[in-house]
T-cell receptor, first 121, second 117 residues
Framework: AQTVTQSQPEMSVQEAETVTLSCTYDTSESDYYLFWYKQPPSRQMILVIRQEAYKQQNATENRFSVNFQKAAKSFSLKISDSQLGDAAMYFCAYRSAYQMNYGGSQGNLIFGKGTKLSVKP | ETGVTQSPTHLIKTRGQQVTLRCSSQSGHNTVSWYQQALGQGPQFIFQYYREEENGRGNFPPRFSGLQFPNYSSELNVNALELDDSALYLC????????????????FGEGSRLTVL
């Protein structure tokens, strides 16, 4: 079974600085997707960034980028120029590509326990 | 384009009771997934519905059941409530094409907070 581990329960960053959130995962599959979701106090999960395992290039979305190390099964999120609105819980998540693409449970995301990010003004 | 909406936002039940949570999927989406998020934990997959049938289930007992309607909205029903069922229940919708191709991300609602006393 796949597992996702986030070893940092809480992180803090100064506004405008850079912070990196860690995530490791365990899987025997070769094809999968990795995600970072943000959950603000409003509780709604918002997709921050997504990485396909078959792509060597790290995904980037504006101030958000990932460091995907497939052999090490590591998937960290870097937030540059942190803003007060970035304060939230951040969850790393895994989804099997086989499940997605061959009729299995498309919605089965496996989440880590999350990292609470605080941004200091 | 309307997003995913869930109701009720908060509710309190007592042990042994039954509860029904509702979810309206985002316009154009045909697949609904339900997640349970206990306090301080990441969400856990309960099940998914596609074309009104259950299509994948996590490690939850049969007293967790669901429905999907022709308009793709969905219900989550929990019977014989236990104290450990206290959690935030998240609904997420997505679109799946006939060829099961990867059709995009999950869009989540704001959840229903269930407290079991």
């Amino acid at each position: 079974a796949q597992t996702v581990t986030q070893s940092q329960p809480e992180m803090s960053v100064q506004e405008a600085e850079t912070v990196t959130l860690s995530c490791t995962y365990d899987t025997s599959e070769s094809d999968y997707y990795l995600f970072w979701y943000k959950q603000p106090p409003s509780r709604q999960m918002i997709l921050v960034i997504r990485q396909e395992a078959y792509k060597q290039q790290n995904a980037t979305e504006n101030r958000f980028s990932v460091n995907f190390q497939k052999a090490a099964k590591s998937f960290s999120l870097k937030i540059s120029d942190s803003q007060l609105g970035d304060a939230a819980m951040y969850f790393c998540a895994y989804r099997s590509a086989y499940q997605m693409n061959y009729g299995g449970s498309q919605g089965n995301l496996i989440f880590g326990k999350g990292t609470k990010l605080s941004v200091k003004p | 384009e309307t997003g995913v909406t869930q109701s009720p936002t908060h509710l309190i039940k007592t042990r042994g009771q039954q509860v029904t949570l509702r979810c309206s999927s985002q316009s154009g989406h045909n697949t609904v997934s339900w997640y349970q998020q206990a306090l301080g934990q990441g969400p856990q997959f309960i099940f998914q519905y596609y074309r009104e049938e259950e299509n994948g289930r996590g490690n939850f007992p049969p007293r967790f059941s669901g429905l999907q309607f022709p308009n793709y909205s969905s219900e989550l029903n929990v019977n014989a409530l236990e104290l450990d069922d206290s959690a935030l229940y998240l609904c997420a919708s997505s679109f799946r094409g006939r060829d099961y191709a990867n059709t995009g991300e999950l869009f989540f609602g704001e959840g229903s907070r269930l407290t079991v006393l």
